[in-house]
C-alpha cells in the first residue's frame, strides 16, 4: 500500500545516484523496511550499505546485503529514511523508532536525503508527535526539568535502551515554530545526545504516498 509504493519510488530516485561500489545510508522503521526489502532490485548497482540501527542491519544482512561500519566509508551518496513528521522545508520529526542518533549520523554523511513517508506524516507545523530526545541515562532527570522549562511535558520512554545505551525522553505538547532554533537549543542542553529535529541537515527530496500516488516534494 502507501509503503510499497514510496518504497518503489525511492528504488527509482536512488538509481542514477548509484555505481557499482557506491554504499548506500539506510534508515530505521517500517517504511525504511520497505525500501530494504526491495533492493534487490538494485543488487548489482551498488556495493553495500551503512545501517543506522542494528535492527536494520540484520535486515539487510538477511537479504544478502553487505553492512559497512560508517568509519570505513567516506560520504554516502544517499541516505533513504522515514520520518514521524516532516513539515514543507522538509524538516522533520524523527526517532519513534528509537534509532534517530545514528539516523543522524549516517543522514550527516549523506550527499541526498530522501524521505519516504505516507501522507499523514506531512503536517504544517512540527510538534504534534511527541519529540524524542535521547539522553545520558544519568542525565535524565536534570534534562526532563530544563525540557518543562523549554515548554515542553517530557515523558520517559520506559524500557527503552538505545543502539548507544542511551535513554529516550519523549516531548509531548511540544509545539514548534521554529524548528532549526530549537534543535539548536535542544543541542545545548548538558546531557542531550540528539534530539530528534532534523532541520539544520533535513531532507531533499519527500516521496510522500497518498491515495492519488506518490508524490515528489523538494524544499
Ligand atoms: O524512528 C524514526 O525516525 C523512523 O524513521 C520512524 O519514525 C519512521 O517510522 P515508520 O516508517 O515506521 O513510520
Not at 511535558?153 to 519523549?170: A, F, H, K, S
Not at 537549543?185 to 500516488?213: E, H, Q, S, W
Amino acid at each position: 500500500q502507501l509503503k510499497e509504493a514510496v518504497a518503489a519510488a525511492a528504488i527509482d530516485e536512488v538509481r542514477p545516484h548509484l555505481h557499482r561500489d557506491s554504499v548506500l545510508g539506510i534508515g530505521t522503521g517500517s517504511t525504511a523496511n520497505r525500501f530494504i526489502d526491495r533492493l534487490a532490485e538494485l543488487r548489482h548497482d551498488f556495493a553495500g550499505a551503512v545501517a543506522s540501527s542494528e535492527a536494520s542491519a540484520e535486515r539487510l544482512r538477511s537479504h544478502g546485503i553487505e553492512v559497512f561500519e560508517l568509519n570505513s566509508v567516506g560520504t554516502v551518496p544517499v541516505y533513504v529514511d522515514g520520518a514521524d513528521e516532516v513539515n514543507a522545508h522538509l524538516h522533520m520529526i524523527k526517532g519513534g523508532g528509537a534509532a534517530l542518533t545514528r539516523e543522524k549520523i549516517v543522514a550527516a554523511c549523506a550527499e541526498r536525503f530522501i524521505c519516504i513517508a505516507d501522507g499523514s506524516k506531512k503536517v504544517e507545523r512540527l510538534g504534534a508527535f511527541p519529540l524524542p530526545v535521547e539522553v545520558i541515562p544519568m542525565a535524565r532527570s536534570y534534562v526532563a526539568r530544563e525540557l518543562v522549562k523549554l515548554g515542553a511535558d517530557p515523558v520517559y520512554r520506559e524500557g527503552v535502551v538505545t543502539d548507544n545505551g542511551n535513554q529516550i525522553i519523549d516531548c509531548y505538547d511540544f509545539m514548534i515554530d521554529d524548528p532549526l532554533a530549537m534543535e539548536a537549543r535542544l543541542n545545548a542542553i548538558v546531557g542531550v545526545v540528539t534530539n530528534g529535529l532534523f532541520a539544520a541537515r533535513g531532507a531533499d527530496v519527500l516521496l510522500l504516498g497518498t491515495a492519488g500516488g506518490v508524490e515528489r516534494l523538494t524544499p
